[in-house]
């Protein structure tokens, strides 16, 4: 059988689809990390608070586990709590969901008619049990990795002015 003639299963392309449309969501992500930085300002977040945080979007498996890690750090930390971090950031993973419900419409919508056969399959990707919690972390993920990049680059960028300052006084 040739590559043309070859069936993708339809499991293989709601995998592709929605990994080519949570990069299309990036931009956007990475936009709405920048709005909360430039609102929350400098909190003091240590390099290590914050690689943390990337540490846990990048080897957890769902939202839940990464705002338990939010939760715990505004518990310990006063830098979460400052300019309300901690509750924006929770709250930002909560609006996600949302988006995450679009995004399993729209990958529906894109890859079958509602007759086919396969309509189940794809049913499941708004289903809270099926393919949404999934779609809702990889926004998550995204968001948290830009607005860490983000945070690490402001954070670098203060520090190495500080230093400099501090070697003219």
Request: charged share 30%; no cysteine.
């Amino acid at each position: 059988m040739s590559v043309q003639n070859q069936v993708i299963p339809i499991n293989s392309l709601i995998n592709i689809e929605l990994r080519r449309n949570v990069v299309q969501y990036s931009d956007w992500l990475k936009e709405k990390a920048e709005q909360m930085l430039d609102e929350i300002g400098d909190t003091g977040l240590s390099e290590t608070q914050v690689n943390g945080l990337l540490s846990v979007a990048n080897t957890s498996i769902s939202v839940a586990s990464i705002s338990r890690f939010i939760e715990r750090q505004v518990q310990r930390h006063d830098e979460w709590q400052k300019n309300d971090l901690g509750k924006k950031l929770l709250s930002e993973m909560k609006n996600l969901n949302q988006n995450a419900k679009t995004l399993a419409e729209e990958i529906q919508k894109k890859l079958i008619k509602p007759t086919s056969p396969q309509s189940s399959e794809l049913s499941s990707l708004n289903d809270p049990k099926g393919g949404l919690p999934e779609i809702h972390y990889l926004l998550a993920r995204e968001f948290i990795q830009s607005f860490g990049v983000g945070y690490l680059y402001r954070y670098k960028k203060r520090r190495v002015q500080r230093e400099i300052e501090e070697g003219e006084e």
